[in-house]
Structure formats: structure tokens, C-alpha cells
């Protein structure tokens, strides 16, 4: 499996940023995709996360903010964030929970792309 970002930058605060991940399963089940940042010093964190079954998940700080999706076709995930606050500064890294085996997952990490909001 392999992920690829793009879509990071510099943005004003205010405005809006997306970031897209190419998702390379090669023959591997995905049963998850998401969105995580990380800023020096703290443990990454889950900002959206979608479900094979379509069910998403959001952090607080961006909930309502915010909208994870997935193109099935070009196989990418997506992260639409909009109102960015210097608080959405960070790396962004895709992700994506694969089933190897029964009852057996592994996380696979992109790359991370870095947003940085200006206020």
C-alpha cells in the first residue's frame, strides 16, 4: 500500500485548503482511510477519518469545518478543511488501515504534506 499527498501550503487565515491522497491499495483491502496532523512536540492526531462503509469521523476542532470523502474512481481521499485557524498548522499525514490477514490490520502513513495557516 501506498499513499501519496498533496494539497498542503500556506493559507490565510479564514480560508480554505484541500488535500488529497492517493491511495495505491495493490490488491490489499482498505477498511479505513483518514486524515492525521502532527505539530513538533505532540503525538499525531486523528483529524477525519471515513469508513469503507462510508461512516465519518471528525476531531472537534474541526467538526463542522471540515469534510472527508472519497473518489472511488481516481482512489484518493480527501480532506476539504474551510475557516482555517493557525490551530490547523501542522504536517498532515494520510493514512489507511489494511486488512493483511484474519482478524490482523496494519496502518500504512503517507508521506505528510505541511499546512501552515497565517493569521
Known amino acids: 500500500v501506498q499513499l501519496v499527498e498533496s494539497g498542503g501550503g500556506l493559507v490565510q487565515a479564514g480560508g480554505s485548503l484541500r488535500l488529497s491522497c492517493a491511495v495505491h491499495?495493490?490488491?490489499?483491502?482498505?477498511?479505513?482511510r483518514g486524515w492525521f496532523r502532527q505539530v513538533p512536540g505532540a503525538q499525531r492526531e486523528m483529524v477525519a477519518t471515513?469508513?469503507?462503509?462510508?461512516?465519518?469521523t471528525y476531531s472537534d476542532s474541526v467538526k463542522g469545518r471540515s469534510t472527508i470523502s472519497r473518489d472511488y474512481a481516481a482512489r484518493t481521499v480527501s480532506l476539504q478543511m474551510n475557516k482555517l485557524v493557525p490551530g490547523d498548522s501542522g504536517v498532515y499525514y494520510c493514512?489507511?488501515?489494511?486488512?493483511?490477514?484474519?482478524?490482523?490490520?496494519?496502518?500504512?502513513w503517507g508521506q505528510g504534506t505541511q499546512v501552515t495557516v497565517a493569521s
Open positions: 471515513i469508513h469503507s462503509s462510508g461512516t465519518t
Open positions: 493514512k489507511a488501515v489494511a486488512i493483511i490477514d484474519i482478524g490482523k490490520r496494519r496502518d500504512y
Open positions: 491499495e495493490n490488491g490489499v483491502p482498505i477498511i479505513e
